[in-house]
């Protein structure tokens, strides 16, 4: 079944120096060998640098920053975590419109460690059920989110987890979501999960 299930499913990553390297390659694979083509979109363009926790790991090169990638031309987000990444992107107006633009047309979205700070910002997650980084719960409680503590949450077009330790949950989850959405629009139906 592996190797064709998202074939013609765009994805864009969006991520900024200092990502939690695994939760973007990771994910990545995971698309990919399903048949996803998979974008990667930084502020800035060259290259951005990935982190092992606290310590700096590899370069991947940037294919389009956030001024150049227009939503409509994706049919799914990923968002990796690491503090750094995710404090930073939160801060890029682009970034939160593009989430914002995902989510009022209910496209999909997995979201994974400290990224959705990128949701609380864009103010996204009222009266959303999601998890993340335990350290940044409260920010999601003080947002109208309902956080809960569990290796993988979907609800509607979200999928979330805590961490890499939740990676083996998380990548099948985040297949399982996007497959659905590219059933559902290669039926014709109104571009929205509701499930």
């Not at 064709?4 to 698309?31: H, Y």
């Not at 609380?120 to 009222?126: F, I, R, Y």
């Not at 949450?153 to 979330?160: A, F």
């Amino acid at each position: 079944m592996q190797g064709t299930r998202l074939n013609g499913l765009r994805v864009a990553i969006l991520v900024s120096n200092d990502f939690e390297q695994v939760e973007m390659t990771e994910p990545r694979k995971a698309l990919t060998q399903a048949g996803a083509q998979v974008t990667l979109i930084s502020p800035k363009s060259g290259q951005v640098r990935g982190m092992n926790h606290d310590e700096k790991a590899d370069s991947f090169n940037v294919d389009m920053t956030l001024d150049q990638a227009n939503p409509s031309n994706f049919d799914a987000v990923m968002l990796p975590g690491g503090a750094l990444n995710a404090d930073a992107l939160r801060m890029e107006p682009r970034a939160r419109t593009f989430v914002q633009e995902f989510d009022r047309t209910g496209r999909p979205m997995a979201i994974i460690c400290h990224a959705p700070w990128l949701l609380v910002s864009a103010g996204l997650v009222k009266g959303r059920t999601l998890t993340s980084y335990y350290t940044i719960q409260d920010d999601i409680r003080n947002a109208g989110g309902n956080w809960v503590d569990q290796e993988m949450v979907q609800d509607r077009n979200w999928v979330t987890s805590r961490s890499p330790q939740d990676l083996s949950v998380f990548n099948p989850s985040m297949v399982n979501l996007f497959a659905s959405y590219l059933e559902q629009k290669a039926q014709g139906r109104q571009s929205t999960i509701t499930a």
